[in-house]
C-alpha cells in the first residue's frame, strides 16, 4: 500500500488544523489565572 500526493496533502492538512486548534485554545483566556481546582474540578464546567 503507497500514499499517493492528495494523501499525504490530507494528512498534513488535517495536522495543520489540529495543530491551530490546540494553539488557539491554549492562548485564549491567558489573563485568568487557572489552579488546580480548575484542572480537576473541569473549572465546574461539566455540570
Same mark, same amino acid.
Given at each position: 500500500?503507497?500514499?499517493?500526493? =492528495?494523501?499525504?496533502? !490530507?494528512?498534513?492538512?488535517?495536522?495543520?488544523?489540529? !495543530?491551530?486548534?490546540?494553539?488557539? !485554545?491554549?492562548?485564549?483566556? /491567558? /489573563?485568568?489565572?487557572?489552579?488546580?481546582?480548575?484542572?480537576? =474540578?473541569?473549572? /465546574?464546567?461539566?455540570?
Amino acid at each position: 500500500m503507497q500514499f499517493a500526493t =492528495l494523501d499525504y496533502i !490530507v494528512l498534513l492538512g488535517y495536522i495543520l488544523i489540529i !495543530v491551530g486548534i490546540g494553539l488557539f !485554545v491554549s492562548r485564549r483566556d /491567558k /489573563k485568568r489565572e487557572r489552579n488546580a481546582s480548575d484542572y480537576f =474540578l473541569a473549572n /465546574k464546567g461539566l455540570t
